[in-house]
């Protein structure tokens, strides 16, 4: 059962709900839910926000995988929102990078921000919600198919959400029985600008890409079974099931 704020919706953080994925899935969420929604930038100038503003409670934070301060940063924050009356009833980690790092690149400096990005980054932020987390909230995790099939070309990448894959079990064993865990292994959905989507589709069961829609549903999915955690869900129209 989800625990509500002082106006009857829950409230969810979405870490990463500025972009792409996290812009749909705050908007798909605004419908029934309160939101924290966390950005590495500034707010500002976000028209979409202010509309979402006008029917629900939304606050924004600046998390930055940059700021050395980021861990005193997140519980000035969290404290704040429970000062506030917000109880946090499910989260979304969202936030990552996608660079392309062919063998032969990799140096100190270029795999530190990749890592620091897509595996310290969720990781501190998962240890910073855990106590902050309402009995029987959901802690849901954005992985990728890569941990599947690496991606060569973006091997380190592909590395650090194979430590995200790790993370999604030991959390919920730690984190049992008052909250559950699940990650998702997304395929492509919403390609980076330049990619072949025609080639993406063909390589999948369904021959299609993946829309916002599919992880919406996925995360609705995955909040709502109480007896779901520990556990990874793909999402990549079987891409993993064709011959390379």
Not at 77 to 102: C, N, R
Not at 145 to 172: D, E, F
Request: hydrophobic share 45%; glycine share 10%; with cysteine.
């Amino acid at each position: 059962m989800e625990r509500i704020s002082r106006n009857d919706r829950p409230c969810w953080v979405l870490v990463g709900g500025r972009r792409r994925l996290g812009r749909a899935l705050a908007e798909d969420l605004a419908r029934d839910h309160d939101l924290v929604l966390t950005s590495s930038e500034p707010w500002g100038g976000e028209e979409w926000v202010e509309g979402l503003s006008a029917t629900v409670r939304v606050r924004t934070l600046v998390w930055n995988a940059e700021n050395p301060d980021l861990g005193s940063r997140m519980m000035a924050d969290l404290d704040g929102l429970k000062s506030d009356g917000w109880e946090i009833s499910g989260a979304v980690l969202l936030a990552g990078t996608f660079p392309e790092q062919s063998l032969g690149t990799w140096t100190p400096a270029s795999l530190d921000i990749t890592w620091r990005m897509n595996l310290s980054f969720p990781f501190l932020c998962a240890q910073a919600l855990a106590p902050h987390l309402a009995d029987g909230a959901c802690l849901q995790i954005l992985l990728d198919t890569s941990i599947h099939h690496p991606w060569l070309m973006r091997l380190p990448y592909s590395a650090a959400k194979a430590g995200l894959a790790t993370l999604v079990p030991g959390l919920a064993q730690l984190l049992a029985p008052t909250v559950r865990v699940v990650g998702h292994a997304l395929g492509a959905v919403l390609p980076a600008e330049g990619s072949d989507v025609a080639f993406l589709a063909d390589r999948t069961l369904l021959k299609r890409n993946g829309e916002p829609a599919d992880l919406c549903r996925a995360v609705r999915y995955a909040a709502d079974s109480p007896f779901l955690t520990g556990d990874i869900l793909t999402l990549d129209g079987g891409r993993r099931w064709v011959d390379r």
